[in-house]
């Protein structure tokens, strides 16, 4: 069965870093474009930034590009996301999953909850 375990939320200062995880079982995770959604409360589902398989080629949502970096360890069946200089605007539930149109490989996890708060 495939899972995901998101990691490393939290509670950060305006202008503040942050490093999530996510540690993926069950599947053959290097075959796997990944990618990092996040929910803010009372809102939809966001896409943040997606990573193909190899780790070559990331994509971010307009909204963090600059500040947030994807990245992808295949040894490890683990995914990261890198966040600087955060803003309110980011304070949402993050989570992950794998890509496989038209949806995702998997449910979805329980998240992180990243609070970006003075």
């Known amino acids: 069965q495939v899972h995901f375990v998101e990691s490393g939320g939290g509670l950060v200062q305006p202008g503040g870093s942050l490093r999530l995880s996510c540690a993926a079982s069950g599947l053959t995770f290097s075959t796997y474009t990944m990618g990092w959604y996040r929910q803010a409360p009372g809102k939809g589902r966001e896409n943040v930034a997606v990573?193909?398989?190899?780790?070559?080629?990331?994509n971010y949502a307009v909204s963090v590009k600059g500040r947030f970096t994807i990245s992808r360890d295949n040894a490890r069946n683990t995914v990261y996301l890198q966040m600087n200089s955060l803003k309110s605007a980011d304070t949402a539930v993050y989570y992950c999953?794998?890509?496989?149109?038209?949806?995702?490989?998997?449910?979805w996890g329980q998240g992180t909850q990243v609070t970006v708060s003075s």
């Open positions: 999953n794998a890509v496989s149109p038209p949806g995702f490989l998997a449910s």
């Open positions: 990573i193909t398989s190899r780790g070559d080629v990331t």
